[in-house]
């Protein structure tokens, strides 16, 4: 069989991932990043590691040493998280490291609410769901937990969702924006359908699209749109929103990348 | 049928493997013989968006799609094709809209035969329909529906008849994005295999009755999610080496549509193909570097290796400076094709086919299991316990970290995240059990409780 000499190999391929990696661990990253506080440095260690009972034996630590438990949210959950949406961004680690912790975290924000007499202050809310007619959502999952892991309050409508159905959502739930993922090209067609709908609501929200098939050409047809080529972006919409870019023009200027 | 499992290779040596020729050669079609000596394009195709409106929108831009790839073949001069519908939602949903594809397509392919005697033949892949809102629902009045589209479309057309079905996807679309080992062998290995038994006895039932070929499934909707989010080198959402995992994991629950009856091409998506051609010896369709259109891989030149028919996987139907979207992407196909079929003629098909795969080889840990030497160890690993669905998928998985940890002692490269992931993997699958009954009942027990979409009712428990 034929095969290479190292040399040779060198010529065909570059293995850039390999050749750019950061010398530092990920845990190494994530210990510089921790809070010193005794009391929220475990929680935040325990989001980091994705250990759901050590988040809740930290908390309930924090509670009896007198911690607020609704100001733990932000000031323990929120800044392990913080820690780890950071490192995703920055290429050290990778997203099951983020959906481990977004389930520690969920699980340490319900356990607050427990034992609070007051509801937490999220920083807004996202309607998500994923196409009529499609069921692959996958991509919404990962677009949910990680609006949530960013301190977003996410409505899940779920997948194959109704056009009127999402319409709906939005008129209740005044979210900041919607988001749709698809992963057919026919069944993508009805984004342009909630599209319209929320436009003869007077409803003019960012409509952030994303998935499979969908691409940035086809999300620009419609006014709302504004094309997420990953799950990743979804957050970073959200924030952009809340930092005041709210003309979709605009939106589609900083993220629309082709 | 009851499902005769493979307990041997079909090949001696990896070595007999090339593309274009197989063990067991299928005729299908207006003339075609798919693995007797030459190489086929199989050109596929999505609607654009808005001819989903009504199912006369549909049949006529079917109709042009199908008009414009016979045309091109006979304007460039390829003597066969294979033309792939791979249906959108609403021809599954509504048996008859996909049968008056099928019957639509079939008639202008048997004027193209009759008047040129281009070989062809049509291939229909079914949607997997059985799911609401909610949940999978693999069994009952869907289940009826989605066999109703089989039987219609191999009446009204279609000559091959392919899915690409989601059985286990509930639980490995949890375990996937959570590092989960188990998890993903529970839900490819064991639950996607129980569900490809029922589904491909009744295909293989519907083929016989109808004078069409059953030609296989492929793990689209886990081991192709898992490439897909795993992307390209400096995308960090799954380690490459947990890719390559649940593609070894998909090939002994791909293998049980031939368990049952299925004949080949294996569906173009199916990377796994390449180690059931060396189980089975039937012919497969991939896809690589002519897929572009539809996604990006690392593997695009390697994966033609032992290929019989080659695709372009999905292109959406609209215009470019060569014509339509078909017609350029089935163009390129055959001019791929006919480099191989040249390469059989002159007898250097070993020559092209290590060249293909040398020259992507140790681009990355999938490439690297899916060389054909090393896809036939997998195979190997996996016949060697060929009557437990369980253990040949932990086999599987066993066989490529050893393959991707040997690779890693020489030239193949790996990043610290990949060599961690795969270390981890390792040793998960070290503790586990090789008692099937067990790992069965824990993982009913625990994925029961963590993944609130899983219905055991839906694999029969």
Redesign the interface.
């Known amino acids: 069989m034929l095969d290479f000499t190292e040399a040779s190999l060198k010529k065909v391929l570059t293995r850039y991932n390999v050749a750019l990696e950061k010398a530092m661990t990920p845990e190494d990253a994530a210990e510089e990043l921790y809070p010193k506080d005794e009391l929220i440095y475990p929680i935040a260690k325990a989001i980091f590691e994705g250990e759901e009972d050590d988040v809740v034996e930290g908390l309930q630590a924090a509670i009896d040493a007198g911690e607020d438990p609704i100001a733990l949210i932000d000031d323990a959950l929120m800044v392990g998280m913080g820690v780890v949406t950071k490192l995703y961004d920055e290429g050290i680690i990778f997203l099951p490291n983020v959906m481990m912790s977004a389930d520690a975290m969920l699980n340490g924000i319900e356990f607050c609410k427990e034992n609070s007499e007051t509801a937490p202050v999220t920083k807004g809310t996202v309607v998500c769901h994923v196409a009529e007619g499609d069921v692959h959502d996958i991509g919404k999952n990962i677009v949910t937990a990680l609006l949530r892991a960013n301190g977003y309050d996410v409505i899940d409508l779920g997948r194959d969702v109704p056009v009127d159905e999402v319409v709906a959502s939005v008129v209740a739930n005044k979210p900041l924006m919607v988001t749709g993922t698809a992963l057919m090209t026919t069944t993508m067609y009805a984004f342009k359908e909630v599209n319209d709908k929320l436009l003869e609501k007077g409803i003019k929200i960012p409509f952030a699209c994303g998935g499979g098939a969908v691409n940035q050409d086809f999300v620009s047809q419609y006014t709302l749109g504004v094309y997420g080529e990953e799950a990743a972006d979804a957050p970073k919409i959200a924030d952009a929103i809340i930092a005041g870019t709210t003309e979709i023009a605009a939106l589609r200027e900083k993220f629309h990348k082709h | 049928m009851a499902a005769k499992r493979y307990t041997s290779m079909a090949y001696a040596s990896a070595?007999e493997m090339t593309f274009g020729v197989s063990k067991h050669p299928v005729k299908a079609g207006l003339g075609l013989e798919i693995g007797a000596g030459y190489t086929i394009p199989e050109v596929n195709y999505?609607?654009?968006?808005?001819?989903?409106?009504s199912k006369e929108k549909l049949v006529k831009e079917y109709e042009r799609i199908t008009t414009d790839i016979m045309a091109r073949m006979v304007q460039v001069g390829f003597p066969a094709v294979i033309l792939e519908t791979e249906h959108?939602?609403?021809m599954s949903n509504n048996p008859s809209w996909g049968a008056e594809v099928a019957h639509a397509q079939k008639t202008i392919m048997e004027e193209y035969h009759d008047e040129y005697g281009i070989k062809c033949a049509l291939r229909h892949t079914i949607g997997d329909i059985r799911?609401?809102?909610?949940f999978l629902q693999l069994r009952g009045d869907k289940y009826s529906v989605f066999l109703e589209a089989f039987e219609q479309c191999a009446k009204s057309g279609a000559d091959l008849l392919s899915v690409e079905s989601m059985g286990g996807k509930e639980v490995f679309?949890h375990a996937?994005?959570?590092?989960d080992i188990p998890g993903m062998l529970y839900a490819i290995g064991c639950l996607g295999s129980m569900d490809m038994e029922m589904i491909w006895s009744d295909i293989a039932a519907i083929a016989q009755k109808t004078g069409t070929v059953a030609a296989g499934d492929t793990d689209c909707a886990q081991a192709n999610?898992a490439m897909?989010?795993a992307g390209g080198?400096?995308d960090?959402?799954?380690?490459h080496t947990l890719a390559i995992l649940a593609r070894a994991i998909s090939a002994p629950r791909s293998l049980v549509a031939y368990e049952c009856g299925a004949m080949g091409p294996g569906k173009d998506c199916g990377y796994e193909n390449i180690i059931i051609k060396a189980i089975t010896g039937k012919p497969m369709t991939q896809e690589g570097k002519t897929s572009t259109c539809a996604h990006s891989d690392v593997m695009g030149n390697l994966i033609m290796q032992c290929c019989d028919c080659w695709s372009n996987e999905?292109v959406?139907y609209h215009g470019e400076f060569g014509g339509t979207t078909v017609q350029c992407w089935s163009e390129s196909l055959a001019y791929d094709c006919a480099l191989m079929n040249t390469a059989l003629e002159t007898k250097n098909e070993k020559v092209l086919r290590?060249?293909l795969?040398?020259?992507?080889?140790?681009?990355d840990p999938q490439s690297y299991v899916l060389a054909y030497?090393n896809a036939y160890k997998v195979g190997q690993a996996i016949v060697k316990d060929g009557d437990n669905i369980y253990l040949r998928a932990k086999n599987a998985a066993v066989a490529c970290c050893d393959i991707v940890s040997e690779g890693a002692a020489g030239?193949l490269?790996?990043?610290?995240?990949?060599s961690k992931?795969l270390a981890d993997a390792k040793a998960s699958l070290d503790s586990l059990t090789d008692d099937m009954d067990k790992f069965m009942d824990d993982c009913l027990t625990k994925y029961k409780s963590e993944v609130k979409v899983f219905l055991p009712e839906n694999y029969g428990f």
């Open positions: 070595d999505a609607p654009r968006p808005e001819a989903g409106a959108v939602q609403q799911e609401n809102r909610d679309d996937v994005l959570r590092n999610t897909f989010i080198l400096l960090k959402n799954l380690a999905s959406e290590d060249l795969m040398l020259s992507d080889r140790y681009r030497d030239k490269e790996l990043s610290r995240f990949e992931a």
